[in-house]
């Protein structure tokens, strides 16, 4: 499931920077443009957040875990 909301995140990002490269320029309207690409540049960095490695210790327990 993490995967698929990565992958739904890179593809949203590179939409937001491809239309945000567009709008800026058309000159239609800077600020929006400037937003988009902030938008994508935040959506890439919550992608190679989600990417660090973890070391096991910090794992959150399975519900299979016996007591």
Do not use: E, H, Y
């Not at 995140?9 to 239609?28: H, S």
């Not at 988009?36 to 989600?50: E, K």
């Amino acid at each position: 499931m993490s995967n698929l909301i990565l992958s739904i995140l890179m593809l949203a990002g590179a939409a937001l920077l491809a239309g945000g490269i567009f709008v800026l320029r058309k000159g239609i309207n800077k600020k929006q443009g400037w937003l988009m690409l902030v938008a994508a540049a935040v959506m890439f960095a919550n992608v190679g957040i989600g990417l660090i490695p973890v070391p096991d210790s910090n794992q959150p327990l399975s519900a299979q875990s016996a007591d």
